[in-house]
């Protein structure tokens, strides 16, 4: 399977081209692994966890998938990716809680490429010592999908685990590295991922480390990931997940005063931001009624501990990027 897509490939737009499309790479799988182990690093997001059905499907528990939680998921990910991947699938699932080693590197750390640097190396280091420890592993499953092909020549550097030692040389398995984004929504659906996985809107590397701005702490990460919990499910709940691309909360360093319970009170603003895009090159704001900004500020500011004002970011791409870091 060459990295260049076929002109005759038909874009998979329907169940039945999802599964002629399964069917066809089960068999390739079948034949390019034999009885040999693939080792998958399963982030959870759209990508990963299709690859990931795609194998179980074809080779079962010869895949073994590591999942790290870095402490920074949204929440109820990780729990998602183990009830999904280890309880329905039967997947031969490696979890790692390494929250504390992330978070603990991370103290103090303000700046953000630095925060970046150091999550990105210590996933890196921590899936190496997790391989380490498997025997028998011949090849690594990639969720390369066709736009990092074009864009990247084939190298996709936050998906790439580029640090695993010489000796480990492993042959790659990219079964869906000839789609498109949408097409990987379809074939995971076929497959039986839940909706909410399927559809999951693109979400970095970093995780909520790039939208806890500033050096981050353990209450202020845990106040942005209960707001930005609220606000998906008020998306959800009001018609607007489907019509918006991204949607999230960011969270900076610094409080204001505001009154609770009759008492003056310091607390975080939880800044909204969703917008549209269609190749996240540049993005528009989509306007979301203020019925519904009312209801989620109301709610935010009600239930989540630390936060006392609510704002919504009007900046489009170009000037602001989506990510605030």
Known sequence: ????????MKRITTVELADAFIAEQVKEIQTQVGDKKVLLALSGGVDSSVVAALLIKAIGKQLVCVHVN???????????????FRNQLDANLVYVDATDRFLDLLDGVSEPEKKRKIIGGEFIKVFDEEAGKLEGISF???????????ESDGVKAHHNVGGLPEEMQFELVEPVKLLYKDEVRVVGKALGLPASMVDRQPFPGPGLGVRCLGAITRDRLHALREADAILREEFDKNGLATKVWQYFIAVPDMKSVGVKDDKRYEGW??????VNTVDAMTATI???????????TDRITHEVKGIN????DLTPKPIGTIEWE
């Open 1 to 8: 399977m060459s990295n260049v897509r076929p002109e005759t």
């Open 70 to 84: 870095h402490g920074l998921m949204r929440k109820g990910e990780s729990e998602q990716v183990i009830e999904v």
């Open 140 to 150: 690594l499953a990639q969720g390369t999908i066709y736009p990092d092909i074009l």
């Open 269 to 274: 603003p939880a800044i909204i931001r969703a």
């Open 286 to 296: 989509e306007e979301i009624p203020y019925e519904i900004l009312h209801h989620i």
């Open 309 to 312: 004002r609510v704002l919504l």
